[in-house]
């Protein structure tokens, strides 16, 4: 009977994974491709690959994912590799067997309804992905490897990455496919950041577990967010004990707990939602356990 909790919450991650692979895949074989909108990631590659060349863009994308999987393998380890895995090989799959059904025929014509399908259908599958507790795989990995090999921030490498394929996209894109490939962007990334947290613009968590260092140092180099560490004492037992304080980002969050619950099964996690007040800090929102 305790078990079933668990099975039900791993089912509807699994489900959500393969739902969030789906509907990105449609979303770009539908509207993106289609269009001849430039996005980043691995998927802005494959399709700048894919125009210069010929070449499916499912094929390409694989490639890809599975290249910078082998690359995370390696560097990152085993348990990183296996949670990349699912997205690595759903999202080409699913592209492939869109782009076959497909077979050359498009929705509509008008860029401006490809470019905003494009972007709702992105940012909600992204959001899906994400609150399931899985990683998106391709250009995600190399920021996180250059943050292991030279402590580089994840998010200015993440950042300099999607710039560059974008740049690399709009050398022989006609302009008005770049400019609505850059609005594209700008809706999905909207459209993520309300499926994650609902508008909330960043996360305060506080984590209390026996393993408090363990926990501490793997949030400094795995997720490269700050911690403050508080001191707690028992009200009843009148124990000392460590609290960890961290402020992470919407997308970072399922990633935290994960990271928290896989070193300290029992550790207590307290999540407030905060909203930035004019660069002067924080603000609560509300609290759950």
Request: aromatic share 8%; glycine share 10%; proline share 4%.
């Amino acid at each position: 009977m305790n078990q079933n909790p668990h099975w039900k919450q791993l089912i509807w991650n699994w489900a959500s994974i393969i739902f969030g692979n789906a509907l990105y895949s449609l979303a770009v074989a539908l509207f993106l491709e289609p269009a001849g909108l430039i996005t980043g990631g691995a998927t802005g590659i494959a399709l700048a690959i894919g125009r210069l060349t010929g070449l499916p863009v499912s094929g390409l994308l694989f490639f890809i994912n599975l290249a910078m999987l082998v690359w995370g393998w390696v560097v990152l380890g085993r348990a990183f590799a296996l949670n990349t895995l699912a997205s690595s090989v759903l999202s080409p799959a699913f592209l492939a067997l869109f782009e076959g059904m497909a077979n050359g025929r498009v929705l509509t014509e008008d860029i401006f309804l490809c470019t905003v399908f494009a972007g709702l259908g992105i940012g909600v599958s992204l959001g899906i992905v994400i609150r399931s507790g899985a990683s998106t795989g391709g250009l995600d990995i190399p920021p996180l490897v250059l943050n292991k090999w030279f402590k580089l921030p994840v998010s200015a490498t993440m950042l300099a990455f999607d710039i560059m394929v974008l740049l690399m996209q709009a050398v022989f894109s006609p302009m008005p496919q770049v400019l609505y490939g850059i609005v594209m962007v700008l809706i999905h990334t909207v459209v993520m950041d309300k499926m994650l947290m609902m508008g909330a613009s960043r996360t305060e968590v506080k984590i209390i577990s026996s393993q408090s260092d363990a926990i501490c140092a793997a949030i400094l180099e795995q997720l490269d967010r700050g911690v403050t560490i508080l001191h707690g004492e028992g009200g009843y037992t009148h124990e000392s004990s460590a609290v960890l304080l961290s402020i992470v980002s919407n997308r970072e969050l399922p990633r935290l707990e994960k990271l928290a619950h896989s070193i300290d099964p029992t550790c207590f996690l307290i999540v407030s939602h905060v909203t930035e007040v004019s660069g002067r800090g924080f603000s609560m929102d509300k609290d759950y356990l």
